[in-house]
């Protein structure tokens, strides 16, 4: 395959990729751990697999940990050697300086979301963390959904409350690797309960941190894609691709439309290939509704999809119809978790959809549901 005349680059492109790879032998490599709450177990992960890397050989340094730590990450900081946070403008920073001299292989900075006071060597964090990959150090971090800047907006909604701190998605997904902590919501809600107390019920702050879950889990999709997208560009591989990749898009009055529109536009983009936009009518929509879906439409003629309203009574069936009809290879569909006792007798759409759609991926994305 790497010798395939399918494959031949032009003298741009072939420079374009020596630039990458040089670009990426030159800087350390970043791991992100990924919560969707506090208290799921990101620094115990985080710091278990330092003390995993300092057995195999690596050389591996803690440059920060949280003021507060459980008895099994206290267990695990004393395994691993520490380079003192330092004080600046009466806060504790990152001290770049003492690493870069120290230069190990590894470095653990807990808590990358954090606001370095005025004057100190850079204004955040996550720019120390920058410093170390390009001095050549390897580094390890952990960060809340809450604190992804572009995320923040669903976040604060969601919750209520406005966080300061933030860092750019960008910069997540220059990650090497991301690691989701993937606790269960019932556990974060105790442990959320048991840290800071609270006004909501249980039930209520379970269903918070299973949306906020599901966010989570999207960003995490959303950086594996860009990094598959760098590994592509940087070996040729989209080019074996014509326009046999066609993504079909369905959207209903509360799909997170925007999202799956935007995701489908880059997959379709990458492949070369083509992306359908299509809405199912239904009788009785109200006002808001009918506003949701105009909205939606709107975003896919923006992009450049083509779109289409189907007629049907069966959604299931419309949907597979136009696939077999325009040689759909992949359908994007929204989909809720939370249904009555009444529903979850009948059969379900996605699951049909699953089911039926022979040689279609199918890919299911969260509702935007309103919070209540």
């Not at 050697?81 to 292989?105: N, Y």
């Not at 955040?124 to 990959?133: A, G, I, K, N």
């Not at 390890?140 to 300061?164: C, D, F, H, W």
């Not at 369905?250 to 997170?256: D, Y």
Request: glycine residues 6%; negative net charge.
């Amino acid at each position: 395959m790497p010798d395939s005349p399918n494959r031949r680059l032009s003298p741009e492109q072939l420079l374009k990729q020596v630039e990458a790879e040089e670009k990426r032998a030159s800087q350390g490599k970043l791991k992100i751990f990924l919560g969707y709450a506090s208290g799921v177990g990101k620094s115990y992960r985080m710091f278990d697999e330092g003390r995993r890397r300092k057995q195999r050989g690596e050389d591996v340094v803690v440059a920060a940990a949280q003021p507060e730590v459980s008895s099994g990450v206290e267990d695990l900081l004393k395994e691993c050697e520490t380079i003192p946070m330092k004080t600046d403008s009466g806060a504790p920073v990152v001290d770049v300086a003492a690493i870069l001299k120290r230069r190990p292989e590894v470095c653990i900075i807990d808590g990358l979301a954090f606001d370095n006071p005025p004057g100190a060597r850079n204004p955040r964090r996550w720019q120390d963390v920058e410093e170390l990959l390009k001095a050549r150090i390897s580094v390890l971090t952990s960060i809340n959904v809450q604190y992804v800047k572009e995320y923040q907006p669903r976040v604060e909604a969601i919750r209520g409350k406005v966080v300061r701190e933030s860092v750019p998605e960008a910069f997540i997904k220059r990650a090497d690797e991301i690691e989701i902590v993937d606790a269960p919501a019932e556990y974060a809600v105790t442990r959320s309960l048991q840290r800071d107390g609270s006004d909501l019920g249980a039930e209520v702050l379970e269903k918070q941190l299973s949306e906020l879950r599901e966010i989570a889990l999207l960003l995490a999709a959303e950086v594996v894609d860009y990094q598959l997208e760098g590994y592509m560009k940087r070996h040729g591989i989209e080019e074996h691709y014509g326009t046999h990749e066609r993504v079909l898009v369905g959207v209903t009055p509360r799909s997170n439309a925007s999202l799956m529109i935007r995701r489908g536009r880059r997959q379709a983009d990458r492949f070369h290939g083509e992306l359908h936009v299509v809405y199912v009518e239904q009788d009785e929509m109200s006002p808001e509704d009918r506003q949701r879906i105009e909205q939606s439409l709107a975003v896919a003629h923006e992009v450049g999809a083509r779109v289409g309203l189907l007629q049907n009574d069966d959604p299931v069936r419309a949907l597979l119809a136009y696939a077999k009809e325009h040689g759909i290879t992949q359908i994007f569909v929204g989909h809720s978790q939370r249904r009555s006792w009444l529903e979850r007798l009948r059969a379900n759409p996605v699951e049909r959809l699953i089911l039926e759609a022979e040689g279609i991926d199918i890919r299911i994305f969260p509702n935007a549901e309103p919070v209540r």
